[in-house]
């Protein structure tokens, strides 16, 4: 069993930055972030490979967010810059033993609690 706990999120004005964290407790093959606006379904953000090959972004947000990770501290980022009121969401930590497919969110063993992003226009 691997926990994942989420921090960074926050309040912001469109155009504006913050930077999530997750921090693992464990090792995890794959890394992920989800979000999930109300009433809409839990969509993939942005992923990561160990390998540190591959990175995956959803095309709403490429050029925007960058997801990096620090494998030594298990600890997954997320940079959200030019922000903007669609972004508004609760972003979740995905980590998997293995490769997934990235968009799947059956395909992800854990989850974090989530961290609620709020940009105001």
């Known amino acids: 069993q691997v926990l994942l706990e989420e921090s960074g999120g926050g309040s912001v004005q469109a155009g504006g930055s913050l930077r999530l964290s997750c921090q693992a407790s464990g090792y995890t093959y794959s890394m992920g972030w989800f979000r999930q606006a109300p009433g809409k379904e839990r969509e993939g953000v942005a992923a990561?490979?160990?390998?540190?090959?591959?990175?995956f972004y959803a095309d709403s947000v490429k050029g925007r967010f960058t997801i990096s990770r620090d494998n030594a501290k298990n600890t997954l980022y997320l940079q959200m810059n030019s922000l903007k009121p669609e972004d508004t969401a609760m972003y979740y930590c995905?980590?998997?033993?293995?490769?997934?497919?990235?968009?799947?969110?059956?395909?992800?063993?854990?989850w974090g609690p989530g961290t609620q992003v709020t940009v105001s226009s």
């Open positions: 995905a980590a998997a033993r293995g490769v997934v497919r990235w968009t799947q969110k059956n395909d992800w063993d854990y």
């Open positions: 990561f490979y160990r390998a540190g090959v591959s990175t």
